[in-house]
């Protein structure tokens, strides 16, 4: 498939996005509990809520991420920027979990009240969502035409 100039936008925007999100759960796979990651990685407070689900939920997030979607979509960018049809097809797979992610968070921060909706918040949690829309759209478009 031709590669775009397009292509290379969200291919790239996709590395970056999820290299970032897979070096941070990376981290919070290995040090679930220290303080770094408890700031940088969950951005909240254990004590807001129910610790054994605050841990519980976040860890299943980090894993998931690591073992499973990190890889993905990758691999489905890469595999679109070198112009395979099969990158094309992961990415639009790896697109699903950044807007059904985005929205599991935004629910568990509103139920739990323990990430305060800033401006801060909305533009770091809501690139994330907003990235697998346009990557969805963009891929399924080149799969379809």
Known sequence: MEVTL???????AGLLLTGLLFVFQLIATLRPKSEWTLKNVY???PDATDPRAYFAFNQGLAWADVAFWCPIQIAGCVAMLLGQQWGFLLALMGSVPFVYTGITLYIWD?????????VEYWVVWAIFPAYGIVEAVYCLARLIV
Do not use: A, K
């Open 110 to 118: 509103r139920d739990m009240e323990y990430r305060r909706p800033t």
């Open 6 to 12: 397009f292509t290379w936008i969200i291919g790239v």
């Open 43 to 45: 951005n909240s407070d």
